[in-house]
């Protein structure tokens, strides 16, 4: 049970729920308009692509 | 003379504020544009350093480069990945919070943003760790020079965005926001995005690549 | 009037805020544009005798090859502080901290620029930047050019540091007013006034103020990355911790090059109001010239590296560079025939402010031509680091970011104090700068080609070798004296008319765009009612395209007699 791997399932269950949670607030923010709007559906866009990397992280597909 | 022509100047401006003061709406709408451009600019300075980053390491001969005879160690994922998770969690309770307030409902309001705000010192102590334990130096090699003067100004923007936060806290219990008028949280939440972002891109361009 | 009621209601800046107070609210501590655009105007106006001063110094230096007149490091310093205080504490503030502070908030029928207190904020910056540079003369002067390369840089560690920390504070200052006026260009145009019918001024501005928001920032990461290596010795610029001197000459220059248009554009706006007004015919080409400015902008960032085709970069690199820096002299090219259009066939009054704008399109082109000639890559390889290159950007600069200047203070001058310049002071001023800045500056296009260096504190091998150096140094220098005799006497002119010029009243030129309709100088609110917008502003055939005027305006403009003694057009009173 070495740190990384504590580290790794942690930020593999934080990404997963993190994530979701973030896709749910993009999809009800999608048809919200204005400029605030429009620029925090792209900010959650890009930090759901940031979990998702995470993720990858985690599971060593990418990174060293 | 047509009104259409008169009213060609006027922008959209955000509908959700037409009722509430259309003098207000106009003053946001400036605001809050000016603020994105603020963003861009800020975009513009991660960019630069950015590219000093690729250029150097694209130019290195082998990377992690060698200092001293040694290949420096790549750095270590998990321990970001965790750390990135709480800082990309951190938006989502940002999220709620600025959700919350729009409902008016003060209690969850502060709930979220006290989580928001702990998230994110939590980040920066994460990121402490994160140097301490580092191989490199600042001063060693080219590696050293983009991680540290990188994530350094992220983090500084990270630190900076947590006392903005924590005045946010304080100035919407003092009553100064209202239902309808929060223009301060509404761009505390867009900067707090925008950090999170860029953590996005540095995440992947140093420890993903 | 229902329509025009409505279009009251709407408008958010509609109401007028109380006057300012009291000494330090309204001329200190004051958020006005118009009072902000003077303040600029004085602190630029005064590094400009400090930026030229050392510019005679540099002259006086060369005027004998052997350069016994400074000491080699006080050369340095001497090159680098002129370059310094005039890029960025007189050209850039005073083309867009005076020119454009004062005239577009005017133009688009504004009250203020978008964001007053920020304006305050910038212009605050500028003598707090001129105070971190000047205070380098008591530890360490900066030493390496304008442009502080590492490795030299590295070698005058403290004088580089202060360098960086003075040019981040002004960065900041430009930053801020460029996000301002696009913000006020976007947002703050009268009713009706469509992008199309903006004056030229206001889109040259608009250009500039992009560029400057989205460049400086780059600039201020570049100074950063530099002031980290000289203070905590951050190797990106060390070749041996892996870091590569190259790496700044992008950062730098990526942010320098536009700086260039940042010092052009306006300039360029001014020709096209100059222009018009003088000639009495309407602009030729305005969406040509608009677009322009807008594609110069873009394509601007897209050149820099033809600043560095001697420093190893590869072929690949130079082709690309080298290609579109021929293309950008294509809208630039637009404008001048643009120009040349609009006066031909016009009945032109040689007013100081037109001859200004003449002597423009004179020096500039030449500056702009012998600019291709530096795009060419092998070319360019022998020119680099030639006082051809010092040459061309002068010829640019002050042949052409200067000239526009001045022919924008001798227009705007009567609008902003209420009163006339003396024309006949003004126009000797004009022919001594012109005469000034052939013979400084002409003769360093041959002497360059020749391979005389540039940034040397002697030329003594160069003048064994080539016999005519000598010469045509000392010209340059004697010259050099003709062009600080014309801003003396443009300063004596400004602050003599200030207290003893001739009445101007609204309209002296008999001009058409809005800030023409109010009083000189105009109250704090600019305007009492925001006008209506319904055309453009250059048709002199037909009447003033706007309504709902603070006052009874002719609709047909013509100079008044303020703007004698100059021979009346026919048709004026």
Same mark, same amino acid.
């Given at each position: 049970m070495t740190a990384a791997l504590v580290e790794r399932t942690l930020a593999l269950l934080g990404a997963v729920l993190v994530g979701g949670t973030a896709a749910v607030q993009l999809k009800n923010e999608l048809p919200v308009h204005g400029l605030d709007a429009h620029v925090a559906k792209v900010l959650l866009g890009l930090m759901i692509l940031g979990c998702v990397l995470a993720i990858l992280a985690a599971l060593h597909v990418l990174g060293g | 003379m047509a009104v259409s022509a008169l009213n060609a100047t006027h922008e959209a401006v955000d509908a959700r504020y037409n009722d509430v003061d259309p003098v207000y709406a106009q003053t946001r709408d400036i605001r809050l544009t000016g603020f994105v451009l603020a963003l861009g600019a800020d975009c513009v300075l991660f960019s630069s350093f950015i590219f000093a980053y690729l250029y150097l390491r694209t130019s290195a001969p082998a990377w992690p480069p060698f200092v001293d005879g040694h290949q420096l160690p790549r750095l270590d994922t998990s321990f970001a990945a965790l750390n990135s998770i709480v800082l990309f969690g951190s938006g989502?309770? @940002?999220?709620?919070?600025?959700?919350?307030?729009?409902? *008016?409902?003060?209690?969850?309001?502060?709930?979220?943003?006290?989580?928001?705000?702990?998230?994110?010192?939590?980040?920066?102590?994460?990121?402490? $760790?994160?140097?301490l334990s580092a191989a490199m130096t600042?001063?060693?090699?080219?590696?050293?020079?983009?991680?540290?003067?990188?994530?350094? @100004? $992220?983090?500084? $923007?990270?630190?900076?965005?947590?006392?903005? *936060?924590?005045?946010?806290?304080?100035?919407?219990?003092?009553?100064?926001?209202?239902?309808?008028?929060?223009?301060?949280?509404?761009?505390?939440?867009?900067?707090? $995005?925008?950090?999170?972002?860029?953590?996005?891109?540095?995440f992947f361009l140093f420890y993903l690549w | 009037m229902h329509a025009?009621?409505?279009?009251?209601?709407?408008?958010?800046?509609?109401?007028?805020?109380?006057?300012?107070?009291?000494?330090?609210?309204?001329?200190?501590?004051?958020?006005?544009?118009k009072v902000i655009a003077f303040q600029y105007f004085f602190?630029?106006?005064?590094?400009?005798?400090?930026?030229?001063?050392?510019?005679? &110094?540099?002259?006086?230096?060369?005027?004998?090859?052997?350069?016994?007149?400074?000491?080699?490091?006080?050369?340095?310093?001497?090159?680098?502080?002129?370059?310094?205080v005039?890029?960025?504490? +007189? +050209?850039?503030?005073?083309?867009?901290?005076?020119?454009?502070?004062?005239?577009?908030?005017?133009?688009?029928?504004?009250?203020?620029?978008?964001?007053?207190?920020?304006?305050?904020?910038?212009?605050?910056?500028?003598? +707090?930047?001129? &105070?971190?540079?000047? !205070? !380098?003369?008591?530890?360490?002067?900066?030493?390496?050019?304008?442009?502080?390369?590492?490795?030299?840089? &590295?070698?005058?560690? +403290?004088?580089?540091?202060?360098?960086c920390a003075a040019i981040i504070c002004i960065g900041i200052s430009s930053t801020l007013t460029g996000l301002n006026f696009t913000m006020t260009v976007v947002k703050l145009r009268a009713p009706g006034m469509t992008w199309t019918r903006m004056p030229l001024f206001t889109w040259a501005t608009f250009a500039t103020a992009l560029v400057n928001m989205i460049a400086t920032v780059a600039l201020s990461a570049a100074l950063l990355a530099l002031f980290l290596a000289v203070v905590f010795n951050v190797p990106f610029f060390d070749p041996a911790r892996g870091g590569a001197p190259v790496l700044y000459q992008h950062m730098f220059w990526f942010y320098s090059h536009p700086a260039v248009y940042i010092f052009i554009l306006p300039a360029f706006g001014v020709i096209s109001e100059v222009l018009p007004t003088f000639t009495r015919r309407p602009i030729f080409g305005y969406k040509v010239i608009a677009f322009s400015s807008l594609a110069i902008a873009i394509l601007g960032f897209a050149v820099w590296a033809h600043h560095m085709f001697p420093s190893g970069i590869s072929p690949w690199l130079q082709l690309p560079f080298m290609i579109i820096t021929y293309a950008i002299g294509v809208p630039t090219g637009l404008k001048v025939f643009s120009w040349l259009a609009t006066l031909w066939g016009g009945r032109i009054r040689f007013t100081t402010s037109m001859l200004y704008a003449l002597g423009f399109l004179i020096a500039f082109t030449f500056g702009g031509i012998t600019g291709i000639f530096l795009a060419a890559v092998p070319a360019d390889l022998h020119e680099h680091g030639s006082y051809f290159v010092v040459g061309h950007f002068h010829y640019v600069v002050a042949g052409g970011a200067v000239l526009g200047f001045l022919a924008a203070v001798t227009y705007w001058f009567p609008k902003a104090t209420g009163r006339m310049l003396n024309e006949r002071l003004g126009k000797l001023g004009f022919w001594l700068f012109m005469i000034g800045l052939t013979g400084t500056f002409l003769p360093m296009h041959w002497l360059g080609l020749e391979g005389m260096p540039r940034r040397y504190a002697s030329y003594t091998y160069f003048a064994a070798t080539h016999p005519d150096a000598v010469f045509w140094n000392r010209v340059e220098t004697f010259s050099a004296f003709f062009m600080a005799a014309s801003i003396a006497l443009l300063t004596i002119n400004v602050v003599w008319s200030l207290w003893r010029g001739r009445v101007a009243g609204r309209n002296p030129w008999g001009a058409r765009t809005l800030e023409w309709t109010i009083d000189s100088p105009p109250p704090y609110y600019n305007f009492k009612k925001i006008p209506i917008v319904f055309g453009r502003p250059y048709d002199y055939t037909e009447p003033l395209p706007y309504q709902n005027l603070d006052h009874d305006v002719d609709p047909y403009p013509a100079p008044t007699a303020a703007s004698f003694p100059l021979p009346a057009p026919a048709g004026a009173g």
């Open positions: - | 989502v309770t @940002m999220h709620y919070a600025l959700e919350n307030w729009k409902h *008016l409902k003060k209690a969850a309001f502060n709930g979220w943003l006290i989580a928001t705000i702990v998230l994110g010192a939590l980040f920066l102590l994460g990121q402490a $760790h994160e140097y600042w001063q060693g090699s080219s590696f050293g020079a983009s991680f540290f003067t990188l994530t350094g @100004m $992220h983090g500084f $923007h990270v630190f900076i965005g947590v006392i903005y *936060l924590i005045t946010l806290f304080i100035q919407a219990n003092r009553g100064v926001y209202t239902g309808s008028k929060y223009f301060g949280l509404t761009a505390g939440t867009l900067y707090w $995005h925008f950090v999170d972002v860029i953590w996005v891109f540095l | 025009a009621t409505t279009v009251h209601a709407d408008h958010v800046h509609d109401h007028i805020h109380p006057a300012p107070e009291g000494f330090i609210r309204k001329y200190v501590f004051s958020t006005d544009h602190v630029g106006l005064f590094f400009l005798f400090i930026s030229g001063s050392f510019a005679l &110094l540099i002259r006086l230096q060369l005027f004998d090859p052997a350069g016994k007149f400074l000491s080699f490091d006080t050369y340095d310093s001497m090159f680098t502080m002129h370059g310094t005039g890029v960025w504490l +007189v +050209v850039i503030p005073l083309v867009t901290g005076a020119l454009g502070n004062f005239i577009m908030p005017l133009q688009i029928g504004a009250r203020d620029v978008a964001f007053p207190w920020l304006n305050m904020l910038s212009f605050w910056l500028f003598p +707090v930047a001129g &105070l971190i540079l000047f !205070s !380098s003369f008591f530890f360490m002067t900066p030493h390496a050019g304008w442009t502080e390369y590492p490795p030299i840089s &590295l070698s005058y560690g +403290v004088g580089t540091a202060l360098w």
